[in-house]
């Protein structure tokens, strides 16, 4: 059994249908892109997952557990972490003080704080600047406080929504390469991500999105050399 499947996922947004009818899965150990153009319904389905738009039709079924009536903090703490598109920091408070929130579902206090010199050693910068309010630090690092605090829950799976919207070039390799050593050390990731081209190169398999439903879906290398996706998404 795949780690996260979803089945004929219809979501309507009053009476207009956003995700219509569509099915996936992802299997434990995976880097599985979500691409497509904006309005597509990427968002929408990482929502639906988490919980925090219900779902008119279909099921969401994770490490065995139908998802379809469970509330969005029983979700993360049956191990799934959502970083949401735009970070969502909480600017107001210090860099440490949003690691913390990251695992409000967890009670061990050693174990959180083996979590915390986890994240800290994934990201350097973010040690440096503990004490520092989370509203002033760059873009960069704002996105990877929101994947250190979601990584502070100990996740499975690992939703991220656009980690490369704003950044600078350089700051988005540096992101990419972030999440291909998370990968590496075991967490699952489900990418949606308007660089195409990035998301392909780190993926194992993608689904392309077009208007709700699944347009195309392989191995991510194969869609690489797929001339629609290539003239679509890739520039080429």
């Given at each position: 059994?795949?780690?996260?499947?979803?089945?004929?996922?219809?979501?309507a947004?009053?009476?207009?249908?956003?995700?219509?009818?569509?099915?996936?899965s992802?299997?434990?150990?995976?880097?599985?892109?979500?691409?497509?153009?904006?309005?597509?319904?990427?968002?929408?389905?990482?929502?639906?997952?988490?919980?925090l738009?219900?779902?008119?039709?279909?099921?969401?079924?994770?490490?065995?557990?139908?998802?379809?009536?469970?509330?969005?903090?029983?979700?993360?703490?049956?191990?799934?972490?959502?970083?949401?598109?735009?970070?969502?920091?909480?600017?107001?408070?210090?860099?440490?003080?949003?690691?913390?929130l990251?695992?409000?579902?967890?009670?061990?206090?050693?174990?959180?704080?083996?979590?915390?010199?986890?994240?800290?050693?994934?990201?350097?910068?973010?040690?440096e600047?503990k004490?520092?309010?989370?509203?002033?630090?760059?873009?960069g690092?704002?996105?990877?406080?929101?994947?250190?605090?979601?990584?502070?829950?100990?996740?499975?799976?690992?939703?991220?929504?656009?980690?490369?919207?704003?950044?600078?070039p350089?700051?988005?390799n540096?992101?990419?390469?972030?999440?291909k050593?998370?990968?590496?050390?075991?967490?699952?990731?489900?990418?949606?991500?308007?660089?195409?081209?990035?998301?392909l190169m780190?993926?194992?398999?993608?689904?392309?999105?077009?208007?709700?439903?699944?347009?195309?879906?392989?191995?991510?290398?194969k869609?690489?050399?797929?001339?629609?996706?290539?003239?679509?998404?890739?520039?080429?």
């Amino acid at each position: 059994m795949a780690l996260l499947e979803v089945e004929n996922l219809e979501v309507a947004y009053g009476v207009i249908k956003a995700i219509k009818g569509i099915s996936f899965s992802v299997e434990e150990g995976e880097v599985i892109a979500l691409i497509g153009a904006n309005g597509a319904g990427k968002t929408t389905i990482l929502h639906t997952i988490t919980g925090l738009i219900p779902a008119n039709k279909g099921q969401i079924t994770f490490a065995g557990q139908n998802l379809n009536k469970t509330p969005g903090h029983k979700i993360v703490s049956m191990g799934m972490a959502h970083v949401p598109e735009g970070r969502r920091v909480f600017s107001q408070l210090t860099v440490y003080q949003n690691l913390k929130l990251g695992a409000y579902t967890r009670k061990n206090k050693s174990e959180i704080h083996e979590s915390l010199k986890t994240v800290y050693k994934r990201f350097p910068r973010l040690e440096e600047r503990k004490n520092q309010l989370a509203g002033t630090l760059s873009g960069g690092e704002q996105q990877m406080l929101a994947m250190g605090r979601a990584l502070m829950s100990r996740p499975k799976l690992m939703l991220l929504d656009e980690p490369s919207m704003g950044l600078s070039p350089i700051l988005v390799n540096e992101i990419f390469d972030i999440i291909k050593v998370l990968n590496e050390n075991g967490t699952t990731i489900l990418l949606v991500e308007q660089n195409a081209k990035k998301a392909l190169m780190i993926a194992d398999r993608a689904y392309v999105l077009e208007t709700g439903t699944i347009a195309l879906t392989g191995e991510a290398s194969k869609l690489m050399d797929n001339d629609s996706v290539k003239k679509a998404y890739l520039g080429e």
